[in-house]
């Protein structure tokens, strides 16, 4: 799982990308786009925007916090992305 950090401002080749939310609903898919909305847990950063791997059925997802390791965190947690291809495109390509 991949993850970008715009906590810090704009910065680097894409950072006049316009990464538009598309709606308010979660991906189909298990994994996806989301925004840290929290400052509970220390080793994620608040606003920073992770790739997850979202449990529905566990209302949980599960996220590679700044040490490489996976952190399992309630869903209310992150602010979920509705992305079109083309944008999910671009953030696989530009995260680390």
């Known amino acids: 799982m991949k993850s970008i950090d715009f906590s810090k ?19 189909h898919s298990e994994t996806g786009w989301a925004i840290c909305l929290t400052n509970k847990f220390k080793t994620l950063i608040f606003l920073k ?12 997802v599960e996220v590679l916090d700044e040490n490489g390791e996976k952190v399992i965190c309630p869903q209310d947690c992150f602010l979920f992305l509705n992305l079109i291809k083309k944008d999910v495109d671009l953030l696989n390509s530009v995260s680390i």
């Open 49 to 60: 925007l992770y790739q997850i791997k979202n449990f529905p059925e566990l209302k949980e």
């Open 9 to 27: 401002g704009e910065r680097g080749k894409y950072a006049k990308s316009n990464l538009r939310v598309v709606g308010d609903k979660k991906e």
